[in-house]
């Protein structure tokens, strides 16, 4: 079945530090990909996402592009602060069939940016 | 615009007691759902509705009902509570499927003891 694999936390960096959590995908067909991130106490809100190969969604700083040759959404940022502690979610949607609107996470990766 | 929202934030059932799990969106959505989170994983989705009096099973539905019978309400049913159900539960909504955005709620702290 579809399936979502993102790096294990937690990730800790240093202020202005460059970002890369990886995900890689599972998939029949061509999924829409995202990236939901969750603040301490809060619910998830979407980050970015992409609906076809090659796509970047960006959004705040961050980036990721998706790389249908290496069932890819790697997330990225140049230089992260303190308020991007967070939990990073990567999901998918299905394109085509009965599940076109259900989400697929990843387990999550906690990010704590240290000043 | 509220967005969505649930009720109660917290609650703490003993082993075979019963709860509704409350979820109201103000946004005019079509679809909405429900998932739980348990620590170190990610979500999974309990069940999901395409419309008012349409609902189907996701991937966990087990000791779980639900309803819609209307846009904007889709409460969360749990007959018998069990230690298993411990969790936090996020209702969520989206105008369509597919690539639509979903709106997270703040989240219920659900313990069962």
């Given amino acids: 079945g579809d399936s979502v694999t993102q790096m ?5 960096l240093s202020e202005e530090a460059f970002l890369t959590i990886n995900c890689t995908y599972t998939a029949t067909g061509y999924p829409s990909l995202f990236w939901y991130v969750q603040y301490p106490g809060e619910g998830l809100q979407l980050l970015l996402k992409a609906t076809k190969a090659d796509d970047k969604g960006s959004n705040k700083g961050f980036e990721a592009t998706y790389r249908k040759e290496t069932t890819s959404f790697h997330l990225e940022k140049g230089s992260v602060q303190v308020s991007d502690s967070a939990v ?8 085509y069939g009965g599940a ?7 387990t999550g990766t906690l990010l704590a940016v240290q000043p | 615009n509220a967005g969505v929202t649930q009720t109660p934030k917290f609650r703490i059932l003993k082993i075979g007691q019963s709860m509704t799990l409350q979820c109201t969106q103000d946004m005019n959505h079509n679809y909405m759902y429900w998932y739980r989170q348990d620590p170190g994983m990610g979500l999974k989705l ?3 509705s395409v419309g008012a009096g349409i609902t189907d099973k996701g991937e966990v539905p087990n000791g779980y009902n639900v309803s819609r019978s209307t846009t904007e309400d889709f409460p969360l049913r ?5 230690p298993s159900q411990t969790s936090v ?8 499927g597919s690539a639509e955005t979903q709106y997270f709620g703040p989240g219920t702290r659900l313990l069962v003891l």
């Fill in chain 1, 100 to 106: 076109t609107n259900k989400l697929i996470f990843g």
């Fill in chain 2, 46 to 48: 309990i069940y999901y």
């Fill in chain 2, 78 to 82: 749990l007959e018998l509570a069990a």
């Fill in chain 1, 88 to 95: 990073y979610f990567c999901a998918l949607i299905r394109g």
């Fill in chain 1, 8 to 12: 294990e936390g937690p990730v800790t």
């Fill in chain 2, 89 to 96: 539960y996020f209702c969520a909504s989206s105008y369509g």
